[in-house]
């Protein structure tokens, strides 16, 4: 028993700090008790996480539930982006009104429900960890209940999102069918007479679109612009990374054994069953994240298409399939989420500083001659975005482009480039904007234009701006363990 | 005895009403009845499939699909009423503000 | 982490840590900057401690050996790799002595100099980075982490030169010293393509143990290549044009870049590939005889030139071609050796002339000052620079006047200055190839024109320094009383002189030619101590000459900078530059103007290359450029938008639409698993 809640322990940890919250808030505490106690749950979590990630695979609660390693790594991650939303929400948010206690309560509950979905080696616990993410994201997405674009966002979130857990879980309930379990492991021993019948093959492609849905591929991307539109900025950054990375981790221990051990042993070379549908959903993911966001107008709607873009590129690591391709695939979930919640944390200090209404780009114009450094700082991770060397966003993409030539996948390997220069235009523009415009907007606003960061905003944008740089520079360093534990999965 | 396929039948031709009707209806709340109804259908499919192949792991997945789906009407309904709250209506056609 | 390990990242982490601190903190607060003393000892501190750790690395190297420091793989590219490694030999403490000893004291130097500059921060971070960049070139393990501090020098020397970059002739300057670098770096490049291909390794050792490897051809285009490289980055010609107007950078960049290190890093390059180098001795004969060129064009120039700095910067070139010949005669201890004397005593001269335009400078805004609007107005262009004005600043600056003689006698190479021994160790090699069998009389004559060379040296060094000092003060002429604001340099900028001084008269004798005392006792001697420290990594070759004809080019050299001192001194000894510069003319005719003109190579690259490629710019490639490949882009960039505005309108914004989509989407995913694999392109 003590083992097992050891293996859980960042779960834990985060549900109870999420409860603690709750008690918290209905005593009226004050914010400045309840970031700290936050932040102390998470930062628990992630040493935990981080202890753990040495540890090789153990599995817990009756092989429910596995810890360790690469379970740990991807709780790591999704446990770091809660700590810097949290640092960065507490700053933007104050005085508003729906800056309640409870808000931090929701964003442990979306960890815990993560870090579930990650660790899960059972689809009831895959589904139940699932979908407590995304009731407290669906929450935390309709925060503004007193504006009409909070409310939008939130219930078009909640109504899309249950519609796809309705396919993944009529998808669960056919590969039950097919196969008489829920366990990952039964799954992937399935005798390939069972793996070949349509019941089976439907359970996963259902399962599949619950996947899409939560990663935002085209064409079940749809939500995801509107909603990082309307729901607080720092919000959107957690659900554009810690979301993304939970999904594809979790369905990454689910997929790989079904789809490309088993499948490769009955049809050699051609693969995994699911390879096509991968492959075009990839395709169109990053051809339509691009070309939209070139029309856009709003900054958090640009980076909700490229989120739909990067969707795209991180697709192709399953698509590829090789060691390689799966390391990579990591590693760029990784350059992701420091670049893109960088990139949400900038946009909302901006909006916070300077009063903006809404966060479209004419707002933008002039901010850097008023502000250089922060806007500095923005174009950091515009850049990376883009993809420009040395950051980590361009490392993340030449490992998964060079994984796909290494595997054949020229055709894919092109379009994803030509996508990724449509791409970059689009990030030049913002810092074009910024920096090039002439502006009376920012300069007129009442605001105090030389406010700066407060200490919540300056821990959180050095950590990502260093990790930026850093994994862009040296971006080996993690590469032979992640390789490894690739490696020893498959 | 029934035979399992007129339960898949049923849990199919359930969830693609549920399904069309997430397609068509502009009432919110018939929206969400609409979601209510494809989880109910895979949750009859569960069920069938469990007893069909004699273990109870299917009949758990129906349990946490029943108290998930209840989680997902309190938030449901709660983001229902503040959008009637804002715009005196639960049609859901006045949820275009964001778009393009 | 061992003590070897430690004080080796000390010594090359500390200076960036400096430009990093200083930089950041001058950027970040504008109050900040006006600490511009607090910089320098930050600065200062930067450099010195480095020194220290480099005294402590000789020390280790002294005792057990040269090693490697390596702090991990740098590039992993498949078949080849590069390591972030640092090779501590006598080689590279000898130059990281030279760069961290001399950098300190012109640090020093700087804290007086840049006493009254708003942009002292920026320039203290620029220096400190200077010499980050330096050290990762002279320790580096191979030769793409040398390329990294090869480009980083060249980036530190564009943005020293054009520090004061509100005039435009600065930004010029240094745009024309960074592209003139950019022509060598190419070469160099290329070299290291050529050599990862024939020999697949950039790592020093297993280059030179493999250059058994490479064909003759192979050698010689590797060696020429390099050779470019050097050139551009060391001033030769044809590439040393950049370096005369370098000189807008602030005195102690002059010193320190221009004069004292980064030029003598292509110098530095050679003589750690010298091995690869004596097996081809048709790229030692280019290069021999690039050096004398440069050594003897540069000469003549400085002979004309009025500007004490440029003078100076002449001078430096000319030197430059010395180590050059010495390179190219197989003499590359005796190379290293000039590097090193030559470190001390023209950076010595460079502050000294920094001293004397501090000074004047002073003079003429005060005297300015007190003169009223329009009634001098002739007095508003007057240029501190210029030797024309100077004259008797020898009872207002003593120290500045003392040690600027000590200056002239070395490099002119009065024994037993240091600039004798190396100079004479130089000719004293480019003879003996003379008498060798290898293009032994083209040796020859080059050995005469090094002892032209020598001569001239001598010559104008002694013009400079009795125009300057010698005679009665001009500058009153210009400008009525200024002469009385003279006065000596603070002791920040004193102090680094008399270092540099002593330096100038006693470092020569880490060099005492062997065959003194061979000759003497007839046996085999080790005082050429400099030789017994490098001789592992400069392949010399051996000088094969009877000791009488070593004790008479020895001689030879005497007399030659004894009469170059004494004809100097009669020609311009009082002060009298006009009569005997007007009496050179007449006698030279079209060669001085020649000179004066400085050979017009400027002009030269104005037409032959400035010209062409304006034209066929504006000509060619513009419409080219605007019409076809800007139509092209145009196109494309349209036709995106227009998609991009197509695929925004399916995003209607209602959320039954949507889910239609995700429907169509459900039903597509389930066609693709059901039919199987489908995919275009793939394996």
């Given at each position: 028993?003590?083992?097992?809640?050891?293996?859980?322990?960042?779960?834990l940890?985060?549900?109870?700090?999420?409860?603690?919250?709750?008690i918290?808030?209905?005593?009226?505490?004050?914010?400045?008790?309840?970031?700290?106690?936050?932040?102390?749950?998470?930062?628990?979590?992630?040493?935990?996480?981080?202890?753990?990630?040495s540890?090789?695979?153990?599995?817990?609660?009756?092989?429910?539930?596995?810890?360790?390693?690469?379970?740990?790594?991807?709780?790591?991650?999704?446990?770091?982006?809660?700590?810097?939303?949290?640092?960065?929400?507490?700053?933007?948010?104050?005085?508003?009104?729906?800056?309640?206690?409870?808000?931090?309560?929701m964003?442990l509950?979306?960890?815990?429900?993560?870090?579930?979905?990650?660790?899960?080696?059972?689809?009831?616990?895959?589904?139940?960890?699932?979908?407590?993410?995304?009731?407290?994201?669906?929450?935390?997405?309709?925060?503004?209940?007193?504006?009409?674009h909070?409310?939008?966002?939130?219930?078009?979130?909640?109504?899309?999102?249950?519609?796809?857990?309705?396919?993944?879980?009529?998808?669960?309930?056919?590969?039950?069918?097919?196969?008489?379990?829920?366990?990952?492991?039964?799954?992937?021993?399935?005798?390939?007479?069972?793996?070949?019948?349509?019941f089976?093959?439907?359970?996963?492609?259902?399962?599949?679109?619950?996947?899409?849905f939560?990663?935002?591929?085209?064409?079940?991307?749809?939500?995801?612009?509107?909603?990082?539109?309307?729901?607080?900025?720092?919000i959107?950054?957690?659900?554009?990374?810690?979301?993304?990375?939970?999904?594809?981790g979790?369905?990454?221990?689910?997929?790989?054994?079904?789809?490309?051990?088993?499948d490769?042993?009955?049809q050699?070379?051609?693969?995994s069953?699911?390879?096509?549908?991968?492959?075009?959903?990839?395709?169109?993911?990053?051809?339509?994240?691009?070309?939209?966001?070139?029309?856009?107008q709003?900054?958090?709607?640009?980076?909700?298409?490229?989120?739909?873009?990067?969707?795209?590129?991180?697709?192709?690591?399953?698509?590829v399939?090789?060691?390689?391709?799966?390391?990579?695939?990591?590693?760029?979930?990784?350059?992701?989420?420091?670049?893109?919640?960088?990139?949400?944390?900038m946009?909302?200090?901006?909006e916070r500083?300077?009063?903006?209404?809404?966060?479209?780009?004419?707002?933008?114009k002039?901010?850097?001659?008023?502000a250089?450094?922060?806007?500095a700082?923005?174009?950091?991770?515009?850049?990376?975005?883009?993809?420009?060397p040395?950051?980590?966003?361009?490392f993340?993409?030449?490992?998964?482009?060079s994984?796909?030539i290494?595997?054949g996948?020229?055709?894919?390997?092109?379009?994803?480039?030509?996508?990724?220069?449509?791409?970059?235009?689009?990030?030049?523009?913002?810092?074009?904007?910024?920096?090039?415009?002439?502006?009376?907007?920012?300069?007129?606003?009442?605001?105090d234009?030389?406010?700066?960061?407060?200490w919540?905003?300056v821990?959180?944008?050095?950590?990502?701006?260093?990790?930026?740089?850093h994994?862009?520079?040296d971006?080996?360093?993690?590469?032979?363990?992640?390789?490894?534990?690739v490696?020893?999965?498959? | 005895?029934?035979?399992?396929?007129?339960?898949?039948?049923?849990?199919?031709?359930?969830?693609?009403?549920?399904?069309?009707g997430?397609?068509?209806?502009?009432?919110?709340?018939?929206?969400?009845?609409?979601?209510?109804?494809?989880?109910?259908?895979?949750?009859?499919?569960?069920?069938?499939?469990?007893?069909?192949?004699?273990?109870?792991?299917g009949?758990?997945?129906?349990?946490?699909?029943?108290?998930?789906?209840?989680?997902?009407?309190?938030?449901?309904?709660?983001?229902?009423?503040?959008?009637?709250?804002?715009?005196?209506?639960?049609?859901?056609?006045?949820?275009?503000l964001?778009?393009? | 982490?061992?003590?070897?390990?430690?004080?080796?990242?000390?010594?090359?982490?500390?200076?960036?840590?400096?430009?990093l601190?200083?930089?950041?903190?001058?950027?970040?607060?504008?109050?900040?900057?006006?600490?511009?003393?607090?910089?320098?000892?930050?600065?200062?501190?930067?450099?010195?401690?480095p020194f220290?750790?480099?005294?402590?690395?000789?020390?280790n190297v002294?005792?057990?050996g040269?090693?490697?420091?390596?702090?991990g793989?740098?590039?992993d590219a498949?078949?080849?790799?590069?390591?972030?490694?640092?090779?501590?030999d006598?080689?590279?403490i000898t130059?990281?002595?030279v760069?961290?000893?001399?950098?300190?004291?012109?640090?020093?130097?700087?804290?007086?100099?840049?006493?009254?500059?708003?942009g002292?921060?920026?320039?203290?971070a620029?220096?400190?980075?200077?010499?980050?960049?330096?050290?990762?070139?002279?320790?580096?393990?191979?030769?793409?982490?040398?390329?990294i501090?090869?480009?980083?020098?060249?980036?530190?020397?564009?943005?020293?030169?054009?520090?004061?970059?509100?005039?435009?002739?600065n930004?010029?300057a240094?745009?024309?010293?960074?592209?003139?670098?950019?022509?060598?770096?190419?070469?160099?490049l290329?070299?290291?393509f050529?050599l990862?291909q024939e020999v697949?390794?950039?790592?020093?050792?297993?280059?030179?143990?493999?250059?058994g490897?490479?064909?003759?051809?192979?050698?010689?285009?590797?060696g020429?290549?390099?050779l470019?490289g050097?050139?551009?980055?060391?001033?030769?010609?044809?590439?040393?044009?950049?370096?005369?107007?370098?000189?807008?950078?602030?005195?102690?960049?002059?010193?320190?870049?221009?004069?004292?290190?980064?030029?003598?890093?292509?110098?530095?390059?050679?003589?750690?590939?010298?091995?690869?180098f004596?097996?081809s001795?048709?790229?030692?004969?280019?290069?021999?005889?690039?050096?004398?060129?440069?050594?003897?064009?540069?000469?003549?120039i400085?002979?004309?030139?009025?500007?004490?700095?440029?003078?100076l910067?002449?001078?430096?070139?000319?030197?430059?071609g010395?180590?050059?010949?010495?390179?190219?005669?197989?003499?590359?201890?005796?190379?290293?050796?000039?590097?090193?004397?030559?470190a001390?005593?023209?950076?010595?001269?460079?502050?000294?002339?920094?001293?004397?335009?501090?000074?004047?400078?002073?003079?003429?805004?005060?005297?300015?000052?007190?003169?009223?609007?329009?009634?001098?107005?002739?007095?508003?262009?007057?240029?501190?620079q210029?030797?024309?004005?100077?004259?008797?600043?020898?009872?207002?600056?003593?120290?500045?006047?003392?040690?600027f003689?000590?200056?002239?006698?070395?490099?002119?190479?009065?024994?037993?200055?240091?600039g004798f021994?190396?100079?004479?160790?130089?000719l004293?090699?480019?003879?003996?190839?003379?008498?060798?069998?290898?293009?032994?009389?083209?040796?020859?004559?080059?050995?005469?024109?090094?002892?032209?060379?020598?001569f001239?040296?001598?010559?104008?060094?002694?013009?400079?320094?009795?125009?300057?000092?010698?005679?009665e003060?001009?500058?009153?002429?210009?400008?009525?009383?200024a002469s009385s604001?003279?006065?000596?340099?603070?002791?920040?900028?004193?102090?680094?002189?008399?270092?540099?001084?002593?330096?100038?008269?006693?470092?020569?004798?880490?060099?005492l030619?062997n065959?003194?005392?061979?000759?003497?006792?007839?046996?085999?001697?080790?005082?050429h101590?400099?030789?017994?420290?490098?001789?592992?990594?400069?392949?010399?070759?051996?000088?094969?000459?009877?000791y009488?004809?070593?004790?008479?080019?020895?001689a030879?050299?005497?007399?030659v900078?004894?009469?170059?001192?004494?004809?100097?001194?009669?020609?311009?000894?009082?002060?009298?530059w006009?009569q005997?510069?007007?009496?050179?003319?007449?006698?030279?005719?079209?060669?001085?103007?020649?000179?004066?003109?400085?050979?017009?190579?400027?002009?030269?690259?104005?037409?032959?290359?400035?010209?062409?490629?304006?034209?066929?710019?504006?000509?060619?490639?513009?419409?080219?450029?605007?019409?076809?490949i800007?139509?092209?882009?145009?196109?494309?960039?349209?036709?995106?938008?227009?998609?991009g505005?197509?695929?925004?309108?399916?995003?209607?914004?209602?959320?039954?639409?949507?889910?239609?989509f995700?429907l169509?989407?459900?039903?597509?995913?389930?066609?693709?698993?059901?039919l199987?694999p489908?995919?275009?392109?793939?394996?």
């Amino acid at each position: 028993m003590t083992t097992d809640l050891l293996a859980f322990l960042p779960g834990l940890l985060t549900a109870i700090g999420g409860l603690v919250i709750m008690i918290l808030g209905a005593f009226r505490a004050k914010k400045q008790v309840v970031v700290p106690s936050t932040l102390l749950f998470l930062l628990g979590a992630f040493g935990v996480a981080i202890w753990q990630a040495s540890m090789p695979t153990s599995v817990a609660f009756s092989d429910m539930v596995r810890s360790g390693s690469f379970a740990s790594f991807l709780i790591a991650i999704i446990v770091f982006a809660g700590i810097v939303t949290t640092l960065v929400n507490q700053e933007v948010m104050q005085g508003r009104r729906a800056h309640s206690p409870e808000v931090y309560a929701m964003i442990l509950f979306a960890i815990t429900g993560m870090i579930t979905f990650v660790s899960s080696n059972h689809l009831l616990l895959l589904f139940v960890g699932l979908e407590t993410m995304s009731i407290a994201l669906y929450v935390l997405a309709g925060l503004y209940k007193n504006e009409r674009h909070g409310v939008e966002a939130g219930l078009k979130y909640f109504i899309l999102g249950a519609f796809a857990s309705g396919f993944l879980l009529y998808g669960m309930s056919f590969v039950y069918g097919a196969t008489g379990s829920l366990h990952f492991q039964a799954l992937a021993l399935a005798s390939p007479e069972v793996t070949q019948t349509l019941f089976f093959r439907a359970g996963i492609g259902l399962m599949l679109v619950g996947f899409f849905f939560k990663v935002s591929a085209v064409p079940f991307h749809m939500w995801t612009p509107d909603v990082y539109q309307g729901s607080p900025t720092a919000i959107s950054g957690f659900m554009s990374t810690a979301s993304k990375v939970a999904a594809f981790g979790a369905f990454w221990v689910l997929l790989t054994p079904i789809s490309f051990s088993v499948d490769a042993s009955t049809q050699a070379g051609s693969g995994s069953m699911a390879i096509s549908a991968l492959y075009w959903i990839s395709i169109l993911s990053m051809v339509v994240g691009n070309l939209t966001s070139i029309a856009q107008q709003d900054l958090k709607r640009i980076l909700g298409f490229s989120s739909i873009g990067h969707a795209g590129y991180l697709l192709m690591g399953f698509v590829v399939a090789t060691p390689q391709a799966f390391t990579a695939m990591l590693f760029y979930l990784v350059a992701y989420t420091l670049m893109n919640l960088g990139a949400f944390a900038m946009i909302a200090h901006f909006e916070r500083t300077f009063g903006w209404t809404d966060a479209s780009m004419d707002q933008l114009k002039g901010v850097g001659r008023i502000a250089p450094r922060r806007v500095a700082l923005l174009s950091l991770f515009m850049l990376s975005l883009a993809g420009f060397p040395p950051l980590a966003g361009f490392f993340g993409k030449y490992l998964v482009f060079s994984a796909a030539i290494e595997a054949g996948f020229v055709t894919l390997t092109v379009v994803a480039i030509l996508s990724a220069i449509v791409g970059a235009f689009v990030y030049l523009r913002v810092i074009g904007q910024a920096y090039f415009e002439q502006g009376e907007s920012a300069e007129s606003q009442s605001v105090d234009p030389q406010k700066g960061m407060g200490w919540g905003m300056v821990i959180a944008a050095s950590l990502l701006a260093a990790g930026t740089i850093h994994f862009g520079i040296d971006a080996l360093m993690p590469w032979p363990s992640l390789l490894d534990w690739v490696n020893g999965f498959m | 005895m029934i035979s399992i396929e007129w339960f898949i039948a049923l849990s199919a031709v359930l969830f693609t009403i549920g399904a069309i009707g997430v397609m068509v209806r502009r009432n919110a709340i018939v929206l969400f009845m609409c979601i209510e109804l494809m989880l109910n259908a895979v949750n009859i499919s569960l069920v069938a499939f469990s007893s069909y192949h004699g273990n109870i792991e299917g009949h758990m997945l129906v349990l946490f699909a029943l108290s998930v789906a209840a989680a997902e009407a309190v938030v449901g309904l709660a983001l229902i009423i503040a959008l009637f709250r804002n715009t005196l209506s639960v049609d859901i056609r006045n949820l275009t503000l964001m778009r393009f | 982490m061992s003590y070897t390990t430690l004080f080796a990242l000390v010594l090359l982490g500390l200076p960036a840590v400096g430009a990093l601190t200083l930089g950041v903190g001058g950027l970040s607060n504008a109050s900040l900057r006006q600490k511009r003393t607090t910089f320098g000892v930050l600065a200062t501190a930067a450099v010195y401690i480095p020194f220290l750790a480099t005294l402590y690395l000789g020390w280790n190297v002294f005792q057990s050996g040269a090693f490697t420091v390596n702090f991990g793989t740098f590039i992993d590219a498949g078949r080849w790799s590069v390591d972030l490694a640092y090779l501590i030999d006598p080689l590279s403490i000898t130059m990281a002595l030279v760069i961290t000893g001399i950098g300190t004291l012109i640090h020093i130097y700087s804290i007086g100099y840049m006493s009254h500059d708003q942009g002292a921060w920026r320039f203290f971070a620029y220096l400190n980075l200077f010499i980050f960049a330096m050290l990762q070139l002279v320790m580096a393990d191979n030769l793409l982490v040398l390329f990294i501090g090869w480009e980083g020098v060249g980036l530190a020397s564009y943005l020293l030169i054009g520090f004061w970059f509100k005039k435009r002739t600065n930004t010029n300057a240094a745009n024309k010293a960074f592209i003139f670098n950019r022509i060598g770096d190419f070469a160099f490049l290329v070299a290291m393509f050529l050599l990862l291909q024939e020999v697949g390794t950039l790592q020093f050792s297993g280059l030179l143990e493999n250059v058994g490897m490479m064909s003759q051809d192979t050698l010689f285009w590797v060696g020429l290549l390099v050779l470019i490289g050097a050139t551009g980055k060391s001033a030769q010609f044809p590439l040393f044009v950049w370096l005369p107007d370098a000189m807008a950078g602030p005195t102690p960049v002059s010193a320190l870049i221009h004069a004292a290190t980064m030029v003598t890093s292509g110098l530095y390059l050679i003589t750690r590939l010298s091995p690869m180098f004596v097996l081809s001795p048709e790229v030692m004969m280019i290069m021999a005889v690039i050096g004398a060129l440069t050594a003897f064009i540069a000469a003549t120039i400085a002979l004309t030139e009025y500007d004490i700095k440029k003078v100076l910067a002449y001078s430096t070139v000319s030197q430059l071609g010395f180590m050059f010949l010495a390179l190219g005669s197989g003499a590359f201890v005796a190379a290293i050796f000039h590097v090193v004397t030559h470190a001390f005593f023209k950076a010595l001269l460079f502050l000294g002339s920094g001293s004397v335009i501090h000074n004047m400078e002073h003079a003429i805004e005060k005297t300015r000052g007190k003169i009223k609007v329009g009634e001098n107005d002739g007095a508003t262009d007057l240029d501190p620079q210029d030797i024309r004005l100077m004259g008797g600043l020898r009872h207002s600056m003593p120290i500045t006047f003392r040690t600027f003689w000590i200056g002239t006698l070395a490099i002119a190479g009065i024994p037993p200055l240091a600039g004798f021994f190396s100079k004479d160790e130089i000719l004293m090699h480019t003879f003996s190839m003379g008498v060798g069998e290898f293009a032994g009389p083209l040796y020859m004559v080059l050995w005469a024109v090094g002892m032209g060379t020598a001569f001239l040296t001598a010559f104008y060094m002694v013009r400079l320094t009795a125009t300057t000092f010698h005679g009665e003060s001009r500058l009153d002429a210009a400008l009525p009383g200024a002469s009385s604001a003279f006065h000596e340099s603070p002791r920040t900028m004193t102090f680094p002189l008399w270092k540099l001084a002593i330096g100038s008269i006693i470092i020569g004798w880490i060099g005492l030619p062997n065959f003194v005392v061979e000759s003497l006792t007839g046996q085999e001697a080790h005082i050429h101590l400099l030789k017994e420290w490098i001789y592992a990594q400069a392949a010399d070759l051996k000088v094969t000459l009877s000791y009488a004809t070593e004790w008479a080019l020895l001689a030879g050299s005497i007399v030659v900078a004894t009469m170059g001192v004494f004809v100097g001194w009669r020609s311009y000894g009082n002060g009298q530059w006009e009569q005997t510069d007007n009496m050179l003319q007449a006698r030279f005719g079209e060669l001085y103007n020649t000179f004066r003109e400085r050979y017009l190579l400027d002009e030269f690259y104005e037409k032959v290359v400035g010209e062409p490629v304006q034209w066929i710019s504006k000509n060619i490639l513009e419409p080219v450029d605007r019409i076809g490949i800007g139509g092209i882009v145009a196109f494309f960039g349209a036709t995106t938008r227009v998609s991009g505005g197509v695929l925004r309108i399916l995003q209607a914004g209602l959320i039954t639409n949507y889910a239609v989509f995700i429907l169509l989407g459900v039903l597509f995913v389930l066609a693709m698993m059901i039919l199987g694999p489908v995919v275009g392109g793939t394996p």
